[in-house]
């Protein structure tokens, strides 16, 4: 323990590192492509995103990435220090807004945002407001169209949080309500 905080120590006077410019580069367009996916669902539902991404998470990208380098006493955080801080945020961030939101497929999570999109809009042209539908049979024919089941699942798990559908017939058919 003592040789751990001597360590520590050491870190804290002697190393500074920043980014290299290809880490650099990699975050800023990882920035700009969660930026542009934020806006894209907030036109596609109308609804703001739970948590904004701002320039203070890229900031905490950066000193993520810079201590992850100077754990290893390196001069510049490179790519990797950007992949693990990346990997960090997406855990930690982007799962607690998605914990603490029920807005809807917009807060997805894992899944890829058009790939939920698409579903969200094959089930809702396929199952309009007022019809009812085996969920057996819907989740079967959006299957075939090479859609995953978990994500199938977790949409219409996410319709049914908004109250867009209901379970009917001891769950074995959905009502689409609105």
Same mark, same amino acid.
């Given at each position: ?6 360590? %520590? ?12 410019? !290809? ?9 700009? $492509?969660?930026?542009?996916? !934020? ?5 596609? =539902?109308?609804?703001?995103? !739970?948590?904004? %991404? =701002? /320039?203070? +998470? ?7 990435? *810079? ?10 955080? =490179?790519? *990797? ?11 930690? =961030?982007? +799962? ?18 058009? !790939? ?12 309009? /407001? ?10 079967? *024919?959006?299957?075939? +169209? ?8 977790? /949409? ?7 109250? *867009?559908?209901?379970? +009917?017939?001891?769950? $074995?058919?959905?009502?689409? /309500?609105?």
């Amino acid at each position: 323990v003592d040789k751990l905080k001597k360590y %520590i120590q050491y870190c804290r006077m002697k190393c500074g590192p920043r980014l290299s410019a !290809t880490a650099a580069d990699k975050l800023k367009d990882h920035f700009v $492509r969660i930026r542009s996916d !934020t806006h894209k669902m907030e036109r596609h =539902t109308g609804k703001r995103a !739970t948590i904004p %991404i =701002t /320039v203070r +998470q890229l900031e905490a990208l950066v000193r993520l990435s *810079e201590s992850l380098a100077k754990m290893r006493m390196m001069p510049f955080a =490179t790519e *990797e220090h950007v992949d693990e801080a990346l990997r960090l945020f997406k855990v930690s =961030t982007m +799962q607690a807004s998605n914990a603490s939101s029920s807005a809807g497929v917009e807060s997805a999570g894992g899944a890829d945002l058009d !790939t939920m999109l698409g579903i969200e809009k094959s089930l809702k042209t396929r199952f309009p /407001v007022g019809s009812r539908v085996s969920e057996a049979r819907i989740v079967s *024919e959006l299957a075939k +169209q090479n859609y995953a089941e978990d994500s199938i699942k977790k /949409v219409l798990s996410i319709m049914l949080r908004r109250g *867009e559908v209901e379970h +009917q017939m001891g769950r $074995r058919v959905l009502y689409r /309500v609105k």
